[in-house]
């Protein structure tokens, strides 16, 4: 079964500065995609950016980019000239293409502070 | 597009009471999720629709929980009875066929049970 890690339950960055937060995840499979939600304190889950694993090419987002490294399992996502609007939950999924390809499995979220 | 829209957002319900929590997916996606978030287990995936099938329920807790899908923009998850410990926040949320998009979820329904 496939697993998705956040090592980092809390995180704090000056607004302005750049800030990363890790993820990495367990899976037999070739094929699959990757997200990184956030949840700010409305509560509302909102899709920030996607990667497909068969792309090489880092996903970016205007401010946000993610630095995938597939043999590594490793997906991480960086947030640049930080806002105090990212204050929020952060979490990172996984998707398979296979047989259970319904499921976005979450890690456990990493909370990001933005100091003004 | 409205988006994933669930209702109650809030339910304060007391033990043993039934519960029943509304969703309507975004018109043409063919997936339909439960999930419910607590702070000592994060997200968690209840079960999920495909075509308005159940397909993976394993994540149901109990008996005590149920979900239907009578159509393609209505679905329902029902605890009976309803205990303190099942108080979460429960979203629902929807895809579209291709697997390379995550999910819309909707705002999601803050249940207490006391």
């Known amino acids: 079964a496939q697993t998705v890690t956040q090592s980092q339950p809390e995180m704090s960055v000056q607004e302005a500065e750049t800030v990363t937060l890790s993820c990495t995840y367990d899976t037999s499979e070739s094929d699959y995609y990757l997200f990184w939600y956030k949840q700010p304190p409305s509560r509302q889950m909102i899709l920030v950016i996607r990667q497909e694993a068969y792309k090489q090419q880092n996903a970016t987002e205007n401010r946000f980019s993610v630095n995938f490294q597939k043999a590594a399992k490793s997906f991480s996502l960086k947030i640049s000239d930080s806002q105090l609007g990212d204050a929020a939950m952060y979490f990172c999924?996984?998707?398979?293409?296979?047989?259970?390809?319904?499921?976005?499995?979450f890690g456990k979220g990493t909370k990001l502070s933005v100091k003004p | 597009d409205a988006g994933v829209i669930q209702s109650p957002r809030h339910e304060v319900t007391e033990m043993g009471q039934e519960v029943t929590l509304r969703c309507k997916p975004i018109s043409g996606h063919d997936y339909l999720f439960w999930y419910r978030q607590t702070m000592m287990r994060g997200l968690e995936l209840l079960i999920y629709?495909?075509?308005?099938?159940?397909?993976?329920d394993s994540g149901m807790p109990e008996d005590r929980f149920s979900a239907k899908m009578p159509n393609a923009s209505f679905s329902t998850l029902k605890i009976q009875p309803s205990e303190p410990r099942d108080s979460a926040v429960y979203f629902c949320?929807?895809?579209?066929?291709?697997?390379?998009?995550?999910?819309?979820f909707g705002s999601g329904t803050r249940l207490t049970v006391v």
């Open positions: 999924a996984y998707r398979s293409t296979g047989g259970s390809q319904g499921n976005l499995i």
């Open positions: 949320a929807s895809s579209s066929r291709g697997v390379r998009y995550g999910y819309t």
């Open positions: 629709f495909n075509n308005n099938v159940p397909i993976d």
